[in-house]
């Protein structure tokens, strides 16, 4: 084996990842990471009843979005409301989708909920509605004012609503990993200098 390619293979070996696992336990058990899509999820979706924010647990939708801003887990900031889609109800791009129909493996007639598989047993308090970031504005109604109308995905059904009055769940997420933990300096030295042996050895080749 030629020596760049050995270094090659140290390298990405280094690199990598131990495991292909989609869901990654993260903050001590309190998130997930879906190596899938980039998002760490909260892993109790109803954190804001049970950290005592909020008897019950339901919010509308400008005041979830301020608690989910606000949120601190673990020393972590920067979570938010999952994305939705504007004007779509079913198989939609939104986040809350992908969870329910790819992660969870659900359809509307076999619901995670009723038939929970390895994945859905690995969140907390699940429930029927949670809301989405998404929300549409129209002037509308019988004084042509000006109303907002925000979508949230229901687990019972496998769909997305909106509504302009209307109390939902709040189910935190986080863009990237939270967990992701950065090279040791030493070992990124070691890299760096692998490389720099890659180069002289290179050169005298030619």
């Known amino acids: 084996m030629k020596f760049p390619q050995f270094a090659l293979i140290v390298i990405t070996l280094v690199l990598s990842t131990s495991t292909n696992a989609a869901l990654l336990s993260r903050l001590g058990g309190l998130a997930y990471y879906d190596t899938d899509s980039d ?72 619901i995670p909920i009723l038939y929970p598989n390895e994945n859905y047993k690995l969140f907390l308090n699940l429930n029927s509605t949670y809301w989405t970031s998404t929300r549409e504005s129209c002037f509308c109604g ?19 609503a909106n509504t302009n009055n209307f109390m939902a769940w709040t189910w935190a997420v986080h863009d990237g990993d939270v967990g992701a933990v950065p090279l040791p300096a030493a070992v990124w030295l070691f890299l760096s200098g ?8 290179k050169r005298k080749t030619y």
């Open 39 to 110: 998002l760490t999820w909260l892993t109790d979706t109803r954190y804001a009843m049970t950290s005592g924010h909020i008897s019950g647990g339901y919010m509308n939708w400008v005041d979830a979005n301020a608690w989910v801003t606000g949120l601190e887990v673990a020393g972590v900031t920067g979570w938010r409301l999952p994305n939705g889609e504007a004007g779509c109800t079913w198989n939609c791009n939104g986040e809350l989708d992908n969870m329910f129909y790819n992660i969870f493996e659900g359809t509307p007639d076999f």
């Open 142 to 160: 019988n004084y042509h004012e000006l109303i907002y109308f925000d979508y949230f995905f229901d687990f019972l059904t496998g769909a997305q």
């Open 194 to 201: 692998f490389i720099g042996l890659v180069g002289i050895a």
